[in-house]
């Protein structure tokens, strides 16, 4: 089950239980405010008067006689006479709601059913009746005799005939279902509101991003609340994010290429240009065009793949793989270039070490630094790769150093950002994306990469990946 789903489950419940409650309470209230123990019929006036006339005459000794007289006869109306103590002639128990209803019926001057007798000797008696089963004489129809209650009248069978959908009506609870129409009126209105909002912030940034804007966060719009909407609106930014980085990603592309591709191309008409002119140097300017075409070739894939790497498309194939090993054919590779500067690149990793990774792209990425250190070392010098396990924080450090002039100060941070190059690399042929490579390559394995200039001379470049992922 979705977290939507317990949430519209806690509307409707939190719905149902306000109309229960509601209905309850006016039900309550009615009963409360009804007074349905002492009977206001015409019989129950005609008994009152009875009693009434029968106390007055006869006394006490009456009164109980003829009591007990409808006792046995199990009239629908019950007579009670009360003293001063609230204590029924027969010994009857009283209600004390019946008590007070009947005084409150006394003072209001309201005496049809209720009665207050003083005799000779000063003793006050309360009389009234309570009905002990529906009151049919409230509708106007005569209790049958006692006896005879289950044989029905032909009148009394026509009225309820008659009146069988007034009976309906009547019992229909409209007010109860007010209330309910109303709690769930108004606890609609708060789901509506309640995710019509995210909905609407949603609908406002799919319009900005279709209209090009997709620097726009929904997720912090959203609130604390956390639920399938939430869950949208921060999948929402992620791809807003992905989009950004992709349309940034080409536009860089674009105007690097456009800007790196001016110059071999400018060489290339010039050799062109020279060849026409004196055939006899067709040759020669045959390869300067030949070399200008595999420079232009080799920069077009580095952009590329630095493109992919910048716009997150690149997805890593994680293998473990002993990076020692890696390590013994880069420094392979790498010495044939170095033999023509005499450097000799020396290797230090005492122990075995494997990692998890794409080990194609850790190999560029080594290498990248490697090469740069080959190409601003100094003839004649030593390029060191020392490789090490720490422990503490279960990583693996790579140090890559060379004896050269190194980069200022102001350049160590810029030297990792593409066709960024040092001030000593202006005399260097390259394009300023290797390392720029290597960053995208570390982090995407999650490591980090820096590099410091060396006292009194020198250059390093520290790389860390995690041991296992």
């Keep these: 089950m979705g977290r939507l789903f317990w949430k519209f489950f806690l509307f409707l419940f939190l719905a149902q239980l306000t109309t229960a409650l509601g209905v309850s309470a006016f039900v309550l209230f ?53 003293d001063r103590n609230a204590q029924d002639v027969l010994h009857r128990k009283v209600d004390a709601t019946w008590l007070n209803a009947a005084r409150d019926s006394i003072k209001s001057k309201v005496q049809d059913s209720v009665a207050q007798v003083t005799l000779s000797n000063q003793q006050s008696y309360l009389m009234f009746v309570v009905s002990t089963r529906a009151n049919r004489a409230r509708a106007g129809i005569p209790p049958p005799p006692p006896g005879l209650e289950h044989e029905r009248p032909s009148d009394f069978k026509r009225f309820e005939r008659s009146n ?85 990603g080409q536009t860089r592309l674009l105007h690097h290429v456009s800007h790196e591709l001016r110059s071999p191309l400018a060489r290339m008409q010039m050799a062109l240009g020279l060849a026409l002119q004196n055939p006899q140097r067709a040759e020669s300017s045959l390869h300067r065009i030949e070399l200008e075409a595999e420079r232009m070739d080799k920069m077009i894939g580095e952009l590329l793949e630095l493109s992919r790497f910048e716009s997150g498309m690149v997805e890593l194939k994680r293998e473990p793989f002993i990076l020692n090993e890696l390590l013994d054919m880069i420094v392979e590779d790498a010495a044939f270039e170095a033999s023509h500067k005499r450097i000799r690149i020396a290797l230090n990793a005492q122990q075995t070490m494997q990692v998890s990774g794409q080990q194609d792209l850790m190999h560029r990425a080594i290498e990248n630094v490697v090469r740069n250190a080959v190409k601003y070392a100094p003839n004649d010098s030593i390029v060191n790769i020392d490789c090490k396990v720490i422990a503490a924080t279960k990583s693996i450090e790579i140090i890559i150093t060379d004896q050269g002039a190194g980069v200022l100060e102001t350049e160590l941070e810029d030297i990792f950002k593409p066709f960024v190059r040092g001030h000593s690399g202006s005399q260097v042929v390259g394009h300023g994306v290797g390392l720029a490579i290597t960053k995208q390559v570390i982090e995407a394995h999650g490591g980090k990469v820096w590099a410091a200039n060396l006292k009194p001379y020198g250059f390093s470049v520290t790389m860390t990946i995690p041991q296992w992922f």
Aim: glycine residues 6%; aromatic residues 8%.
């Design 30 to 82: 009615n009963i409360t405010n009804q007074n349905p123990s002492i009977d206001q019929s015409p019989i129950s006036q005609a008994l009152i008067d009875a009693a009434q006339s029968t106390l007055q005459l006869g006394g006490i000794p009456a009164t109980k006689k003829l009591l007990e007289q409808w006792e046995s006869q199990r009239l629908a109306h019950r007579v009670y006479v009360v």
């Design 164 to 248: 069988t959908l007034f009976k309906i009506i009547a019992k229909f609870p409209v007010k109860g279902l007010l209330i309910g129409t109303l709690a769930s009126a108004l606890f609609a209105a708060i789901l509506a509101w309640y995710f019509s909002k995210p909905i609407n912030t949603l609908r406002l940034a799919f319009e900005r991003a279709a209209s090009g804007d997709l620097n726009t966060a929904v997720a912090d719009k959203m609130g604390a609340r956390k639920d399938e909407l939430s869950d949208l609106g921060r999948h929402f930014d992620h791809m807003a994010s992905r989009l950004s980085a992709l349309l940034q």
